[in-house]
């Protein structure tokens, strides 16, 4: 059944309507830290942040069914975000780009970054 529900992923985020949801098929800290980033960037960022991101990272699509998983701008953002706010333990090799992250939050402090932009 879960499966279904995240259509074959760890996890899935959906906007739209009234009613934005999560599903999360695979309990780790890294999936839920990257559906709840894809939550605030649908929230909260900007097309000029956007646009900043993709040129900095050599994309070309924020999103899209037909571009690559690993191709969007929105699965590279939220795994940058995730990353920069997972704990030690969950974090990669990779280098979260706190650079990246300037961009897409426009303030070098996570914390100040997340509570300064009000929802749409």
């Known amino acids: 059944m879960c499966a279904h529900g995240c259509w074959g992923n760890n996890g899935l985020y959906r906007s739209g309507g009234e009613v934005e949801r ?3 098929c695979h309990v ?3 999936v839920i830290l990257h559906e709840l980033a894809h ?3 649908f929230n909260n960022s900007t097309e000029e942040a956007r646009s900043g991101f993709l040129e900095a990272t050599g994309l070309t ?3 899209g069914e037909d571009v690559p998983w690993l191709d969007r701008g929105a699965e590279r953002a939220a795994n940058v975000v995730a990353m920069t706010l997972a704990s030690e333990s969950t974090r990669s090799c990779e280098d979260p780009a706190p650079d990246l992250m300037q961009i897409l939050t426009g303030s070098d402090c996570v914390v100040e970054s997340v509570v300064r932009y009000p929802a749409r």
């Open 22 to 24: 999560i599903d999360i």
């Open 39 to 41: 939550a605030w960037d």
């Open 61 to 63: 699509h924020w999103s």
């Open 28 to 30: 780790s800290e890294f």
